[in-house]
């Protein structure tokens, strides 16, 4: 990280306080301190920080609640406990929760700032905000909650959504929260190698064990090693390939094709799919027990259509991605080219608004991003209504409303009807109407 890292220290003895605030101010940190849980929560949700350092024993609030509060917050912040000699074990039970490490009372000024700096230097290798998921929208809000939280385990995780909601984006937004952030993310298409390669795609070969092998390669899987392997279109395995896949999880060995011993192979499993894996099972094309493994946890991705709240920002980051490479960029966008992008179905979702974005911003140039400098056909959707007819103009609102409400209840109706403060009968006849599905 660029700037200096952002450290909450929250100790209620005034003299450790003190002394052990100096000390991280002084090896450069920007600090926070405060000597209460309760004004600690409160920090914790009105300011970003890296790091909390913090105390077991709080007046308002315990640093192990404090804590777990930390760790759900987007992006998670990093923790390290303080404990006196008696809580140790439950200062190691917090390890497997996520909590980065914890210091046992008495400790040396020394010690602390050393045990800091380790966790700095893990966050440093943490991808950065640019990569991370656009999460304007309660939905995606709620999505980074839950994938942040199974980040700090190593189960296998599935991410289900259409084509183009940016499932590896949010596969990367596991691994960076993790705690093999510091190693490998590997990401592959297994729709986009021929079945015949895939095997040594993903295990690896040795020289010379088919034709054309004229070097060894260390495959997906061990190239993971120590981190994480990304499997995009994970349906499109062959039943060979599936085989294999489910002996490596079950052993946490590869063989490479050509070689006769199994190399230990240590990797969390990320895998994708736009389509339904259970219909595969059920017509025989992909094996249930492998299922089971990679199923453990689910995150769907929800599509753009439904979280409108996210265009607006995900155009900001795509036009500031293209501000790195060139500044021949528009500056902005105007509200009636907005309009148009917030009021298009997205079919294509997340890539589809960047492409429209990347040619927006080729005819725009260094001005700021019009109408007509849009696809033709956003354009005509546009222009094929009336901008001053009061009735077009109320049912863009109101469908805009209605699928934002039902993104902030993940799909349940009468949730979303309290929000919208409907009947679930008026609720269900506007979605028929205005083609909603949910």
Same mark, same amino acid.
């Given at each position: ?24 101010? %002084? ?34 609030? %315990? ?14 912040? $990093?923790?390290? +406990? ?8 439950? &200062? ?35 991808? #950065? $905000?640019? %990569? ?10 709620? @999505? ?30 596991? =691994? ?6 510091? =190693? ?8 986009? /190698? #021929? &079945? ?6 993903? *295990?690896? =070969? ?6 054309? &092998? ?32 489910? !002996? ?20 969390? +499993? ?15 094309? *992909? !094996? ?24 607006? #920002? ?10 790195? !490479? ?6 902005? /966008?105007? &509200?009636? $080219? ?8 997205? #079919? ?13 911003? /080729? ?9 007509? =400098? ?27 409303? /209605? ?6 209840? @993940? ?28």
């Amino acid at each position: 990280m660029s700037r200096a890292p952002r450290v909450l220290l929250v100790e209620d003895e005034p003299t450790a306080l003190l002394a052990l605030g100096d000390a991280l101010e %002084d090896a450069g940190y920007e600090l926070v301190c405060t000597a209460d849980g309760a004004r600690a929560r409160a920090l914790l949700g009105s300011t970003c920080f890296d790091l909390m350092v913090a105390d077991v024993r709080l007046p308002g609030c %315990d640093g192990y609640q404090l804590a777990r509060e930390a760790l759900d917050k987007s992006p998670p912040v $990093a923790v390290i +406990l303080m404990t006196a000699f008696g809580e140790v074990d439950r &200062a190691v039970e917090m390890l497997k929760v996520g909590v980065r490490d914890y210091l046992t009372k008495p400790f040396s000024e020394e010690e602390l700032l050393a045990r800091v700096a380790s966790v700095v230097q893990e966050l440093a290798a943490r991808p #950065p $905000a640019s %990569d991370e998921p656009v999460a304007e929208s309660q939905a995606m809000r709620e @999505l980074l909650k839950l994938a942040c939280r199974v980040a700090r385990t190593d189960a296998t995780v599935m991410i289900l959504g259409e084509t183009g909601v940016g499932k590896e984006v949010v596969a990367r937004y596991v =691994h960076g929260c993790s705690p093999r952030t510091g =190693h490998a993310f590997v990401a592959a298409n297994c729709a986009a /190698i #021929p &079945a015949e390669l895939i095997e040594s795609e993903m *295990f690896g =070969h040795l020289r010379g064990a088919f034709t054309g &092998a004229t070097a060894a390669r260390r495959g997906w899987l061990r190239s993971a090693h120590g981190g994480s392997l990304f499997l995009d279109e994970v349906g499109e395995l062959s039943q060979a390939a599936q085989a294999k896949l489910l !002996r490596a999880l079950e052993t946490r060995t590869v063989t490479p094709v050509g070689a006769d011993k199994p190399e230990v192979a240590d990797f969390r +499993l990320i895998t994708a799919s736009n389509r339904s894996l259970d219909e595969q099972t059920a017509t025989g094309s *992909f !094996r249930l027990d492998l299922l089971y493994r990679l199923n453990v946890f689910e995150l769907t991705v929800p599509p753009l259509r439904d979280r409108p709240e996210d265009i607006s #920002p995900l155009v900001g980051h795509f036009l500031g991605e293209l501000r790195k !490479r060139s500044e021949d960029v528009p500056i902005g /966008i105007t &509200a009636g $080219a907005l309009e148009l992008l917030s009021v298009h179905p997205w #079919p294509g979702n997340v890539r589809e608004l960047r492409n429209a974005v990347d040619h927006a911003a /080729i005819l725009a140039g260094s001005e700021r991003i019009q109408a007509e =400098h849009l696809p033709a056909k956003l354009r005509g959707q546009g222009e094929a209504e009336d901008p001053l007819n009061l009735r077009q103009s109320t049912d863009r609102l109101q469908a805009r409303q /209605i699928r934002a409400a039902l993104a902030i209840a @993940l799909g349940h109706r009468v949730r979303a009807a309290e929000l919208l403060g409907v009947s679930r009968k008026h609720l269900w006849e506007l979605m028929k109407r205005h083609g909603i599905e949910g």
